[in-house]
Each structure stands twice: as structure tokens, then as C-alpha cells.
């Protein structure tokens, strides 16, 4: 039976911009009076664990440095308006075979979705500085602030699933990091991760298979991935 959903997971799933976001935590970090300065070894640790503002409060208890929540939240607020502007400098573009992937689903009737636990604002931003990117070409998009649990929590997949009407069986999730991995598997999908340029080391076993990205540098989707939907 050919797959009914694709369900791409973090943001890293559909464009780069890992690196963007720990210069923008930095600098919101500078500008808060903290001695914190992440270097990308320290960022890719971080990644280990999802969501920005869980990251700083794992960090501050870590640390003994810790921080309110509403401090937490005025950083994490002003790391997503710095970003967001970077990326409108930038423009990235998506990840190889991302927009054609979502063309293939979009003539063969398999929706798509776009499976986050990150903040509205944060896609926000992303769509509006990757032109080839619409909120319009996903059946639903999920943020934070629809489920009670982050990842590795399932709960943003199961939310999916039941706003597309599809079972777990009848869809394949794409995801960028072990934590995000193991939230799809959680809730009963097959996996394809496709880690990114600070997430490439991480243990990915859970997943069904693990490719660089979804396409080559043509956007030709990898058959594998054809071979998963059908």
C-alpha cells in the first residue's frame, strides 16, 4: 500500500540553519549579560536535547547559573527575532530534494506535513525567507504550542496523524536528530533521518534509514526514499 503521509519532522528537516541559530543564541545570550558563548562543539551537545528553551534550562541547572523562566523566555524571544533576520539575509534554500519530494507527494495524493516542537515565530521565519517554502504546501504544520509534550515525546506525531486522518502504518516521517528520531518511532512510523551539518555524528539507530539528504544535488529524490512510500 502506497503511504498516505510524509511527515517532515525539526526544521533542520527542510533547510540548514543550525549554525544561524547558535550565532543568534550567543548574541541573545551577550546582550542578556551572560558569560555563555556556544562554540559548535558545544551547540551540537545541545542538540541532543529539543527545544531551544529546554536548552537553556538544562544548561542553567547544569551550570548552578540558573535562570527564570522569564528570562528563559525574553532570550529565547529575542534568539528567534535574531535569527529570523539572519535568515532573511541569508535565504537559504532547501535541503537537496526536499521541494521535490513535496511536489512528489502532492501528485501522487500522499499528504504532507511539517512535524515541529519549535515555536510558531521560528516557522514564521523560515517561511518567510525560503522562497521555496509555503505554509500552503502542508496538509497541517504543528508547533510547540500544540502539544502538551515535546520531543522525544510522541505526542506532535500522534497530533498529526489524527488532524490528517492517517495511521501510523500508512505514513513515513523524515527527521534530522536521535531525539526527533525516536519521537517518530514512539508513535509508530518508519523514520528516514537526514541529520544535518551539527547533528551528522549523533546515534541514529532507531532510524529505518539514514541518508546525507533526501536528494541529490539535482533534487532528484533518492530512491530509497521512492522505494519507503510504496
Sequence with gaps: MTKAAVLFG?????????????????????????TWSWDRETYTELLSQSGGKERLSMLASATGAPLSDAEIATIHTRKTQLSGEAL????????????????????????VAFVTTTYRANLDAIFAAVDE???????????RDDVEHGKPAPDAFVAALGNLGVAAGHALAIEDTAVSVMSAKRAGLKVVATPGELSVGQDLWQADLVLDNIGDSSGAIDPRILALLA
Excluded: M, W
Design 10 to 34: 525539526s526544521i533542520g528537516t527542510v533547510v540548514e540553519s543550525s549554525d544561524i541559530q547558535r550565532r543568534a543564541y550567543n548574541q541573545a545570550l551577550q546582550e542578556s549579560g551572560s
Design 88 to 111: 532573511l539575509i541569508v535565504r537559504p534554500s532547501p535541503r537537496p530534494g526536499v521541494a521535490e519530494l513535496i511536489a512528489y507527494c502532492k501528485s501522487h495524493k500522499i499528504k
Design 133 to 143: 517554502l509555503s505554509p500552503d504546501d502542508f496538509d497541517y504544520v504543528g508547533t
